[in-house]
């Protein structure tokens, strides 16, 4: 395993690292950062033969125009995001949903591609889609599932010698645990409806 420094790669942890602070902080500037993040991180996992995550990284750029209109509408008085309750059944409907995409998906990549790592891959990506859709909801959950796909991801960006990757998602899930216990504070102290 050789590990090479990409200022690209290091410039789109930065942001990435940014984007998702934001998102701990309730704060809508994440959307537009976070956009800027996944553009460029679709080229680097085109790169690293990653096409699961580069898959991701354009349904991610989707979400987030949803996420951040779907945020806009739900400001307190402050100007930060109000977390919304997830139902025990929502929860484990969207999980489902998120185990089958990640079968299909790496039944695709395995079979029709030369994907690295097909159905890791997948499964992260499916999970990935999970959290964000939970977190364009203003889910606190989010961050749960935030912090149990960012530890397997570590995992997958050193073997595939993204060391600045992997370096960004051990930061991700400190913020990860961070925006966690900012947004159940936040939850338990609501402000307006």
């Not at 580069?54 to 739900?74: D, K």
């Not at 998906?105 to 499916?126: I, K």
Request: a positive charge; aromatic letters at 14%; one cysteine or more.
């Amino acid at each position: 395993m050789t590990f090479e420094l990409s200022p690209f790669e290091v410039s789109a942890a930065v942001v990435s690292a940014v984007a998702v602070w934001l998102t701990a902080r309730r704060n809508p500037w994440c959307w537009p950062v976070g956009l800027v993040s996944v553009v460029a991180y679709a080229w680097i996992f085109v790169d690293a033969k990653l096409y699961s995550d580069t898959l991701l990284q354009a349904i991610f750029a989707v979400l987030i125009v949803y996420g951040w209109h779907r945020w806009l509408r739900n400001l307190d008085d402050d100007g930060h995001v109000r977390v919304a309750s997830l139902s025990p059944r929502e929860a484990v409907v969207h999980l489902a949903i998120g185990s089958a995409a990640a079968l299909a998906l790496g039944y695709v990549m395995h079979r029709y591609t030369d994907a690295s790592l097909p159905w890791l891959d997948a499964a992260l990506t499916a999970f990935s889609l999970v959290a964000q859709w939970w977190q364009a909801r203003r889910h606190a959950a989010a961050w749960w599932l935030w912090i149990v796909v960012d530890v397997i991801y570590v995992g997958e960006y050193i073997y595939k010698s993204l060391p600045v990757t992997a370096v960004l998602y051990v930061a991700l899930i400190v913020l990860a645990a961070m925006g966690l216990k900012s947004w159940r504070i936040a939850r338990s102290n609501p402000v307006g409806p």
